[in-house]
């Protein structure tokens, strides 16, 4: 059978869609960039904004519209969270929650049956076939859930709480991975600094075994929260000084007001978050900081939103994911009283976006005239990108082809989300 794959979302759906195309390749299937020519339509759903979710419903209904006679699939956190809507909209589909990817063989060959493959559980998705998108760029899921209870957040409601998957299996996966020449390790969960909570563990534990694989590889680090990464700052700052890991540090804070954070549940408050990035940078002055805002949140007041404002232009973040509140069903945030004018939400985004265009822009021309390695992990147009040890990205133009590999740069310019360098 020939299978087309659509992904949305984080870099855990990715990796979903990595394994099931893996998976159905395994079984003798063939994956398919043109859509005319498949006969299963895949599509990987992500629900935690508004504009993801609407996005992944209107191309249900035009597959629907356009491809009556292809089987559609319907996988990822809509068809665990939202059963009874996807049902509506496409009533012919077949669902699939992520923790049933492993089944995607089973539900694409029924083909003229209607399948839900939705019940609860964890199986590590480890070890598994996988066709990569990039094929030097390995992602690494090591758990699935959190221990949250985000107000704002319907993520839970699809993936559960926390379930961490097994050091070892762990340590394999990424050794495959290294064995296959993957360069850059990305490991990812919903709350990576939660891992090994439900079962007397921790990251530094994990990491220090991922660190003793043989290879010549870089680690990313994906996104912790701050109330977990608090009692485990000082060992995670020693194992940032290791040269296998990106100086890339992502932490979202969601609020710089501690009302509004008290509300939506985050189990921490301003000042923790400002003393892990002052502890980090102690260290590492160059490292990259990532960071999250809501604007919007209900009741927030403008002091409250100023508070968020003056915490970025406090702390420069090099990466700033800024988000507009909106309302997730089945959330404590959808009941609360006080939403705010959707007009007044945008304005509140627009003057958070323009400060953050100075600070990032910046922060990178701090790197003019830098030079050292990039790995380049991606074609551009009129040449190639890659990052360097901060995990900055890089662009240089050439007509080489240099994917892979590793090369010494001088950075030359900046701009708002990269870096432009030349070839020495």
């Not at 990305?186 to 090994?196: F, K, R």
């Not at 994906?222 to 990106?246: A, Q, S, T």
Request: aromatic share 8%; proline share 4%.
């Amino acid at each position: 059978m020939k299978i087309h794959i659509m992904t949305f979302g984080c870099s855990a759906n990715q990796n979903d869609s990595e394994i099931m195309a893996g998976l159905l390749e395994n079984a003798g299937h063939d994956i398919v960039k043109d859509i005319k020519k498949s006969e299963v339509i895949l599509i990987n759903t992500c629900i935690v904004k508004g504009p993801a979710e609407s996005k992944a419903k209107t191309l249900i209904k035009k597959m629907n519209l356009r491809f009556p006679d292809k089987k559609l699939v319907i996988a990822g956190c809509m068809p665990a969270a939202e059963l009874k809507l996807l049902g509506e909209i496409a009533p012919d589909a077949s669902f699939l929650s992520p923790q049933n990817i492993g089944r995607i063989v089973e539900i694409a060959e029924r083909k003229s049956e209607t399948v839900e493959f939705v019940k609860k559980g964890h199986t590590p998705k480890l070890n598994l076939p996988r066709i990569r998108k990039n094929k030097i760029i390995s992602i690494t899921q090591i758990a699935e859930g959190c221990t949250g209870n985000c107000s704002y957040c319907i993520v839970k409601l699809a993936k559960g709480s926390l379930f961490s998957y097994p050091s070892d299996e762990i340590v394999k996966d990424i050794g495959l991975a290294v064995k296959e020449r993957c360069r850059e390790i990305w490991i990812t969960s919903q709350d990576n600094g939660a891992y090994g909570l439900d079962f007397g563990s921790n990251l530094v534990q994990l990491l220090d075994k991922i660190l003793k694989v043989k290879g010549d590889f870089y680690i990313r680090i994906g996104m912790m929260n701050p109330n977990h990464i608090m009692p485990m700052l000082e060992e995670m700052v020693k194992l940032y000084k290791n040269p296998k890991i990106f100086k890339f540090l992502h932490i979202p804070v969601q609020s710089g007001n501690n009302e509004i954070l008290k509300k939506m549940q985050r189990n921490y408050e301003v000042e923790d978050f400002k003393r892990i990035i002052r502890r980090f940078r102690k260290e590492m002055p160059e490292i990259t900081i990532g960071t999250d805002i809501i604007c919007g949140f209900p009741s927030e007041t403008e002091k409250q939103f100023r508070d968020s404002y003056n915490l970025v232009k406090e702390i420069h973040p090099d990466v700033l994911n800024m988000s507009k509140f909106w309302l997730r069903p089945g959330t404590k945030a959808a009941e609360m009283e006080d939403h705010i004018d959707g007009k007044k939400i945008k304005e509140r985004s627009k003057k958070l976006a323009g400060l953050f265009h100075k600070i990032s822009l910046a922060q990178n021309e701090k790197w003019i005239e830098w030079k050292g390695k990039m790995l380049v992990d991606e074609a551009v147009r009129d040449g190639f990108a890659g990052r360097n040890y901060a995990y900055k990205q890089i662009i240089v133009k050439t007509s080489r082809n240099l994917f892979g590999k590793e090369i010494n740069v001088k950075i030359k310019g900046a701009g708002l989300h990269c870096l432009i360098g030349e070839i020495v």
